[in-house]
């Protein structure tokens, strides 16, 4: 059903390449391709920097910004003025090129995994065979990008941001890909347009999408955890939590540098939420089947619009892991799940459609999520804290009223110091 | 000799030429990097998706990724002292470069003609895999397995029963 | 179980974000400088002078005796006392301040000034949003801008306004009662002239304000 509406962009593109001459018409389809996608997201952008600010204030009970214009309206473009006029501060003995690298390897990065996004019937601007693979190839130069700006800024701190960053995001890579494996194998293609248009059918009233089955609510589950924490994003911002590291990676930033990096955080987020669209949430279908009168494009926006209230809720809501905590729970917990979902999807696709898989799906997937979350729990206790270079047990300074050393003697010292 | 080929290939050079010729090892990385995407974009320019995207998935997202952290680990800032140099590498380097390039023009004159392009989608790499290369895709994920627990082996901490519950 | 925690959490921050749309006493914010937060009876800011009656020249209480100057802590109050006299609060005719500079980038309100004074005549204000533009002398108050009347000062605090009024009144009062008494004893000195010269008897003095 391709309504005008419906395929409202493609039309106006194939009308303007009529006008141009034909040897010029593969590169002006090109450009005519790309340009929306440099608009509309970062136009997005400066919409979700103020739902953001809004909807934390309001969830923290309290208004957001509501003085830069009617409800706060103009406040990104208030924001974009201020990151463009500020001073560009550059460490005296920073990499000059590699600081000036950074900034802009990460937006174009984060620009790039776009290409291969469906977001609307017939509007995908690279139609790939292996789609899908090359938006987690693109995605791991953003990887690449975070270190450069820690290592160029020459701080302690920066370095220090830009290590746990870079091991957070390897960490986490690996349960995302997983996660879009289950769906790979479902749908025995890479190519984002056949995965989308596998969930765009209807039976009765209601889609196909990958959700509504037990391992598509797990997977979808662990892909979005993964795209948090990916996206650097709370609870999972320890590398640029501003009461832990200051900015972390990007402390030596300011102005238009610093803007870029939020851009490229931001957009990196809208990518990784977009994938999750196309493989979980089929795409731009309607998810009603007497809805499909409203635009395709639409429905991917507003499937966006929802994924990204959700993340605003979730860092409105919890607080920060630390890195142990991020890293055990990527390598203990997301990644057997990962692993387990591949194999629930094979099962579910070898056995009959009926409510005889659906059973014993939920089933395969809920026994070891309990089980390995309760063992997760038992075996985490609190340990007494010890300190390197310093000879154990310690005889005279522990009093019996304090269990544990709570201060730690000065290693080598002739006699203890009384606590 | 198309346009995209060329900008492409003059990337893959400079990267890497640039990798050997610069001081600074981060440097060195980084134009290493840019080399080798320059090599997976000529990968995807000839048509192998597979190999060009896995390409950058595994050079660009691990190796590299590996090789800076190992330079950030174990990098000492060192003296910039100019190195002396002699003639005889650019020599060695120009005398192979002659014999290289008479070999390839002496057997192009008798060229025959290309055979058709083969069509490696990534189905059918996926059925190789499984069905006519399964063997060494086992022992390839064993070698992997067994490198993985060792790497852990080694960082483990030696002294993991320090810790006493409090009484 | 591994989840539980957190869906706790987020119907928690979610019931947070729909009641601050519903329910207004969520939102705790004072929307300043539309909304100003209500001021307790005992606020006090900087110090002002009070003035009887419409004149603020002829009605002001200060009689400078300087104590207030003097016994200030930072030192911000300077006055210099006039030649000539006017009748103060309760009619007697005191000297008043030519000049009475008060520099409120200097005080630190403490209240000395209103506590020492025996006048009731400067009185603590309200009033804290005084920023100005201009550096030198937009924060030093002179006497016209210190001055303000007894019903602001009923308005702003109104029990110890009652009170100092009362103490006024009484006072006014006795001060009329002596000046009447006095006025008779005069009309009846002068009316009995002859009888004066002869009498040794002093008269007793009465009605001495203490």
């Given amino acids: 059903m391709t309504l005008p509406l419906d395929q409202l962009f493609v039309l106006t593109k194939q009308h303007l390449l009529a006008h141009i001459p034909t040897p010029a018409q593969p590169i002006a389809s090109a450009i005519l391709s790309v340009t929306p996608i440099l608009i509309a997201f970062p136009l997005l952008f400066a919409i979700t920097t103020l739902l953001e600010r809004k909807g934390l204030g309001r969830i923290q009970n309290r208004y957001g910004p509501n003085r830069t214009g009617p409800l706060g309206l103009w406040q990104p473009i208030a924001d974009g003025i201020k990151s463009l006029t500020k001073e560009d501060i550059v460490p005296h003995t920073a990499d000059h090129a590699v600081h000036l690298l950074a ?48 290592w160029s800024s020459r701080s302690k701190y920066s370095l220090l941001g830009a290590m746990r960053a870079i091991a957070q995001m390897i960490s986490y890579e690996v349960p995302l890909v997983l996660a879009s494996v289950s769906v790979i194998m479902q749908s025995g293609s890479l190519s984002t347009v056949s995965i989308v248009e596998q969930q765009a059918t209807y039976t009765g009233i209601f889609p196909h999408w990958n959700i509504f089955t037990p391992w598509g609510i797990l997977g979808f589950a662990l892909f979005m955890v993964a795209a948090c924490a990916e996206s650097n994003r709370s609870p999972f911002d320890l590398p640029e939590g501003e009461s832990e590291i200051i900015a972390g990676y990007y402390i030596e930033y300011s102005g238009f540098k610093f803007a870029l990096f939020f851009l490229g955080e931001y957009l990196g987020m809208f990518a990784t939420s977009g994938m999750a669209i196309t493989l979980f949430l089929g795409g731009w279908s309607a998810p009603l089947s007497f809805l499909t009168f409203i635009p395709s494009y639409l429905w991917f926006f507003l499937k966006l619009l929802v994924l990204i209230a959700g993340f605003i809720w979730v ?91 709570l201060t730690a003697p000065i290693a080598n010292s002739p006699e203890p110091q009384q606590p | 000799m198309t346009p995209a080929f060329l900008i492409l290939a003059a990337i893959a050079v400079a990267g890497t030429a640039a990798a050997m010729a610069l001081r600074n090892p981060i440097h060195c990385i980084l134009a290493l990097t840019a080399g080798l995407t320059g090599i997976a974009a000529l990968y995807l320019q000839l048509g192998a998706q597979f190999a060009g995207l896995t390409q950058l998935m595994v050079y660009v997202g691990a190796v590299a990724i590996l090789a800076v952290f190992a330079i950030m680990m174990t990098h000492r800032p060192s003296s910039t002292q100019r190195e002396t140099y002699s003639l005889t590498g650019p020599a060695i380097a120009a005398a192979l470069f002659a014999v290289l390039a008479w070999a390839i023009c002496h057997t192009t004159t008798s060229a025959q003609p290309l055979p058709p392009e ?50 | 179980m591994i989840g539980n925690g957190i869906l706790r959490g987020l119907t928690e921050t979610a019931r947070n974000f729909f009641g601050s749309y519903t329910k207004k006493e969520r939102l ?160 009846a000195k002068s009316a009995a002239p002859p009888q004066a010269a002869a009498q040794p008897a002093p008269q007793p003095i009465s009605g001495e304000t203490k």
């Fill in chain 2, 118 to 167: 083969p069509s490696a989608t990534v189905q059918q790499i996926g059925d190789a895999l499984m069905h006519h290369f399964v063997l060494p895709l086992e022992i390839i994920g064993l070698l992997l397995t067994a490198a993985l627990i060792g790497a852990v082996v080694i960082a483990m901490d030696p002294t993991k029963d320090q810790s006493k519950e409090p009484q």
């Fill in chain 3, 28 to 187: 705790t914010t004072i929307q300043y400088p539309e909304e100003r937060l209500p001021q307790i009876e005992a606020t006090r800011d900087f110090p002002f002078l009070v003035y009887d009656g419409p004149d603020w020249h002829e009605g002001m209480r200060c009689v400078a005796c300087q104590i207030c100057e003097k016994e200030c802590p930072p030192k911000c109050i300077v006055i210099e006392k006039s030649k000539d006299k006017k009748p103060d609060a309760v009619g007697k005719p005191q000297f008043y301040p030519a000049i009475f500079n008060i520099d409120i980038s200097v005080c630190m309100s403490c209240q000395i000034c209103v506590e020492v004074c025996p006048f009731d005549a400067i009185k603590m204000d309200v009033e804290y949003d005084l920023p100005t533009d201009d550096r030198f002398t937009g924060l030093l108050f002179d006497k016209q801008r210190l001055s303000k009347s007894n019903t602001y000062y009923n308005q702003i605090h109104p029990t110890e306004a009652a009170a100092v009024d009362t103490a006024l009144a009484e006072e006014r009062a006795k001060a009329e009662a002596k000046a009447k008494a006095a006025a008779e004893a005069a009309a």
């Fill in chain 1, 103 to 150: 900034p802009i390897l990460i937006a174009a990065a984060s620009f790039l995994g776009y290409a291969v996004l469906p977001i609307g019937r017939n509007m995908t601007l690279l139609n790939l065979n292996a789609g899908v693979l090359y938006f987690f190839a693109v995605g791991s130069l953003v990887e690449l990008a975070v270190f450069m700006a820690g």
């Fill in chain 1, 315 to 405: 860092r409105g809501t919890l607080p920060r892991l630390r890195m142990d905590q991020l890293m055990s729970l990527a390598w203990q917990f997301i990644l057997p799940l990962a692993i387990l979902n591949i194999f629930v999807v094979g099962v579910w696709r070898f056995l009959p459609s009926g409510i005889l898989r659906w059973l014993i799906c939920t089933i395969l997937i809920i026994i070891p999520f309990t089980f390995l979350s309760r063992t997760l729990k038992k075996i985490k206790k609190f340990q007494t804290r010890t300190y390197a270079f310093v000879e154990y047990p310690i005889t005279s300074t522990a009093s019996p009223l304090c269990n544990t050393v």
